[in-house]
């Protein structure tokens, strides 16, 4: 049974950074695809970042390139999302998801399991 667990999440100012951490336990995390995605209030939920079990490959939204960074440590089981330059838009509720046969990276109804999400929240 896979397992994710989101963490690095809070409060910060305009500009600022953060990284967020999501550590997968119960299946081997190099043969899935993970993805990051957020959910602003009001809003659905939508794909942020992506990296890839076949070659690790990553991807990003238009709204994050350039600003965010995703990597791995599968030896650790943990993937990173390294946010700079964040802005108010960017606030939301942050989840990691993984999924065995993913096609498209920033498409949520391609992945299989989900954590319980991280809250970001970018103001001043």
């Known amino acids: 049974q896979e397992q994710l667990v989101e963490s690095g999440g809070g409060l910060v100012q305009p500009g600022g950074s953060l990284r967020l951490s999501c550590v997968g336990t119960g299946f081997r995390m190099d043969l899935y695809t993970i993805g990051w995605f957020r959910q602003a209030p009001g809003k659905k939920r939508e794909g942020v970042s992506g990296?890839?079990?076949?070659?690790?490959?990553?991807y990003y939204a238009d709204s994050v390139q350039g600003r965010f960074t995703i990597s791995r440590d599968y030896n650790k089981g943990i993937v990173f999302l390294q946010m700079n330059s964040l802005k108010s838009e960017d606030t939301g509720v942050y989840y990691c998801a993984a999924g065995r046969r993913v096609y498209g990276v920033l498409d949520l109804d391609e992945y299989t399991s989900w954590g319980q999400g991280t809250q970001v929240t970018v103001s001043s």
């Open positions: 990296i890839s079990a076949i070659d690790g490959s990553t």
